[in-house]
């Protein structure tokens, strides 16, 4: 995953098209993960949630891959929409204690 | 809306000075946490409260000081402000400790030290 404290990476795609995220965790104890959506100026924004005895979850146009092996998640975003400009951060949780929060990706969706 | 309020939205102060930002965690939740966002920069976690007590310190500074109150209300003290403390800090509420569930955030509060 991205390291705190840098700029943020941005992914940019076409509208309609699908969208991948990437993330990978530190804490091979973690055992459960939460996508976030922040738009400008907002809060982050919960999108889909998997604990670490699965390998995906499916949402309304939103999947989360989950591999424990190399400590990495994914959100995939189907067709995706101007409305879904906005950064995405992966968080990490253990034992329901203080979540630790990927660097965060920028998604930009042109028209 | 997330049901987490936080107060105030802006803030606009000198260095040197003190502050307090305010959260109200959703009905019900127990956990507050309060992090820290630097512009177009990632989420750093301060700290975390439960029912009252401390539960968890991320990088939070030494100038930086919490607490929650016993109507679960959470306050960040802020002191001896230096321009790098200009941030969005967020609180966030959940539920139950030790059980994992999402956080809900607030909108922030937005601190400039001029």
């Known amino acids: 995953g991205e390291s705190v404290g840098l700029h943020l990476p941005t992914l940019s795609v076409q509208e309609g098209d699908n969208s991948i995220i990437n993330c990978a965790y530190s804490n091979s104890a973690s055992d459960y993960f939460i996508w976030y959506k922040q738009e400008s100026g907002k809060g982050p924004q919960f999108i889909i949630d998997?604990?670490?005895?699965?390998d995906k979850r499916q949402g309304q146009r939103v999947t989360v891959l989950l591999n424990k092996t190399v400590k990495h998640l994914s959100l995939q975003i189907a067709a995706t929409q101007p409305g879904d400009s906005a950064v995405y951060f992966c968080a990490e949780n253990n034992a329901g204690n203080m979540l630790t929060f990927g660097g965060g990706t920028r998604l930009m969706v042109k028209p | 809306d997330s049901g987490v309020t936080q107060t105030p939205k802006h803030l606009i102060t000198a260095t040197g000075q003190r502050v307090t930002l305010r959260c109200s965690p959703r009905?019900?939740?127990?956990?507050v946490y309060w992090y820290q966002q630097s512009l177009d920069q990632g989420l750093q976690f301060l700290i975390q409260y439960y029912n009252g007590e401390e539960r968890a310190k991320g990088n939070i500074l030494e100038r930086f000081s919490a607490q929650q109150f016993p109507d679960l209300h959470s306050e960040l003290n802020l002191s001896s402000l230096e321009l790098g403390d200009s941030a969005l800090y967020f609180c966030a509420s959940s539920g139950i400790q030790g059980v994992n569930t999402e956080a809900f955030f607030g909108q922030g509060t937005r601190l400039t030290v001029v």
């Open positions: 998997i604990r670490s005895n699965m």
């Open positions: 009905s019900g939740d127990l956990s």
